[in-house]
């Protein structure tokens, strides 16, 4: 069983940075590949970012790419999204997952997942 804590979330102008971190305790968090979801209101949760266990793959969805960077410290149990040049389409609620074996793109491939934090990027 994996517990996951996001934090770093919060109101930036666009154009802006955050940094997001996810935190896990209990099970074994390198066995885990981890992936980043988002969701606004009245839609349905999406995919952002994703890496596998070791960190040595990772994959984005295209409306991140060259803006987001997923990274992970094993010794630390945590994972990072790092979020460059936001725009206000990226306003959402942003969560962790973990998932068992590789890394996956779907909300239904994961099986454990964090509370969510909120991120607003104002035009």
């Known amino acids: 069983q994996v517990q996951l804590v996001e934090s770093g979330g919060g109101l930036v102008q666009a154009g802006g940075s955050l940094r997001l971190s996810c935190a896990a305790s209990g099970g074994t968090f390198s066995s885990y590949a981890m992936g980043w979801f988002r969701q606004v209101p009245g839609k349905e949760r999406e995919f952002v970012t994703a890496?596998?266990?070791?960190?040595?793959?990772?994959y984005y969805a295209d409306s991140v790419k060259g803006r987001f960077t997923t990274s992970r410290n094993n010794a630390k149990k945590m994972v990072y999204l790092q979020m460059n040049n936001l725009k206000p389409e990226d306003t959402a609620v942003y969560y962790c997952?973990?998932?068992?074996?590789?890394?996956?793109?779907?909300?239904?491939?994961?099986?454990?997942w964090g509370q969510g934090t909120q991120v607003t990027v104002s035009s």
């Open positions: 997952a973990a998932r068992i074996r590789d890394l996956g793109v779907e909300v239904n491939e994961y099986n454990y």
């Open positions: 890496i596998s266990w070791g960190g040595g793959s990772t």
